[in-house]
Nanobody
Framework: EVQLVESGGGLVQAGGSLRLSCAAS????????IGWFRQAPGKEREGISC????????YYADSVKGRIVISSNYAKDTQFLQMNSLKPEDTAVYYC??????????????????WGQGTQVTVSS
């Protein structure tokens, strides 16, 4: 059974940092495209990063580029989302997701088959 479990969210002041984790079971990260998304109250789910299994390149959305870094521990099937210089507008529930049917990076939530439960990130001003 494929499962994704996020952790590491919390409350942080503006300008601070957080590191989120996404632990996978039932598959290996190198097999599927992996996306990171966030959803703020009243807003649509937004893709912030994705890694295609075909090219292994990490892509970042303009809204977070330069402030987040994705890293992977393939031995433990865990990915990390390091977020720096956090802003109040980064407040959202953050999710990782796996696209079983695709090896290419996608920014669209509907292209992903498995989702973690999400972890709340709250940035205070």
């Amino acid at each position: 059974e494929v499962q994704l479990v996020e952790s590491g969210g919390g409350l942080v002041q503006a300008g601070g940092s957080l590191r989120l984790s996404c632990a996978a079971s039932g598959f290996s990260f190198g097999d599927y495209a992996i996306g990171w998304f966030r959803q703020a109250p009243g807003k649509e789910r937004e893709g912030i990063s994705c890694i295609g299994s075909s090219d292994g390149i990490t892509y970042y959305a303009d809204s977070v580029k330069g402030r987040i870094v994705i890293s992977s521990n393939y031995a433990k099937d865990t990915q990390f989302l390091q977020m720096n210089s956090l802003k109040p507008e980064d407040t959202a529930v953050y999710y990782c997701a796996a696209a079983v049917g695709s090896s290419s990076c996608s920014w669209f939530p509907q292209d992903y088959d498995y989702w973690g439960q999400g972890t709340q990130v709250t940035v205070s001003s």
